[in-house]
């Protein structure tokens, strides 16, 4: 662990001389790939960034979804693109929990990637679909006893939703059927038409379906309720608690990026969703600010690779 922590630093000390060699940053269209198909939790950011960033920079910013495996084709292509902050990937928590459910990865989580920064954070939330007959989370648990195999969706093995919903499982004591998607926007259309019967999502992925009474909030996984859903309980109130999964969504690169242009980026994209208009976007959605920068995201990284080896290990999700 110290031999990747000192690469992954390393990533993070190059001399600003390599930046200015490269000449004036940007000078040419930045691509920011997305490991989650369009419309998803992870997409979002992506997508409020994108007309903002390209103010700022003066250069067009292309927003690429990249959808499979849990983000690890996204990661991989980041991986291997040049350090010259011209491909960046926004990425989802998912980085930190593949580790702990797949047995190999084609790349090193921490040696191989420079990380940039944490934008904002959504709680985990419990949804049925908005005509299901379950009012509660009581009321599910009651069904599912009685009917194990009760289906749920996820928006791919070893994301916060199926890290989520295992360890719920465990936690009172029912048998689910997992039922794993390429992201979170189709897991929650399979749930909104009732051929799926639940599903623990980002609360930034799901707030505009259950504005819209599409999809019916019965629990927030987090250890406190959601601003925007103030009538929502939490599992705890329930005492069903569980780990907080609640995924974050920030910026990664490929290993070896000038710190002069990791801070840039980093400063940029965090000011940017500090501003009034677009922080009550993210906001309306669930959104919570984090606004960590490089070393704090270090940090980050380091401990919840750890701890969701842990959960794995509880929640018996084995590595595949």
Avoid: C
Wanted: charged share 20%.
């Amino acid at each position: 662990m110290m031999q990747r922590r000192s690469l992954a630093l390393a990533g993070l000390a190059i001399s600003t001389p390599a930046l200015a060699q490269a000449g004036p940053w940007p000078n040419r269209p930045v691509r920011i790939l997305v490991g989650f198909p369009a419309g998803g939790p992870t997409d979002l950011p992506a997508r409020l960034l994108q007309e903002p960033l390209q103010r700022v920079w003066g250069q067009p910013v292309v927003v690429e979804n990249r959808p499979g495996a849990s983000q690890i084709i996204a990661s991989e292509a980041i991986a291997r693109s040049a350090p010259d902050g011209y491909n960046l990937l926004l990425a989802a928590s998912t980085h930190s929990s593949n580790p702990a459910t797949q047995a190999r990865l084609p790349y090193d989580t921490m040696a191989d990637f420079t990380l940039i920064n944490v934008l904002y954070g959504s709680p985990t939330v419990l949804f049925v679909p908005a005509q299901s007959p379950l009012r509660d989370v009581r009321a599910l648990v009651e069904a599912a006893r009685r009917r194990p195999g009760m289906t749920f969706a996820t928006s791919g093995p070893g994301t916060s939703g199926h890290f989520a919903q295992e360890m719920f499982a465990r936690r009172v004591g029912i048998e689910i059927t997992h039922v794993p998607f390429r992201g979170a926007a189709p897991a929650l259309q399979e749930v909104i038409s009732g051929r799926i019967d639940a599903t623990f999502s980002t609360l930034a992925g799901a707030m505009p379906l259950a504005r819209e009474g599409r999809l019916r909030a019965i629990a927030i996984g987090g250890p406190q309720r959601a601003p925007v859903l103030p009538d929502v309980p939490t599992l705890d109130e329930f005492g069903m608690s569980i780990p907080d999964t609640s995924p974050w969504y920030g910026f990664i690169g490929p290993r070896g990026m000038p710190r002069e242009l990791v801070e840039k980026i980093s400063n940029d994209s965090i000011a940017l969703i500090r501003e009034p208009a677009l922080n009550e976007r993210i906001r309306d959605t669930g959104g919570i600010l984090i606004a960590e920068g490089p070393d704090a995201f270090h940090a980050r990284m380091l401990r919840e690779i750890e701890e969701n080896r842990e959960m794995a290990r509880v929640a018996g999700l084995t590595p595949s």
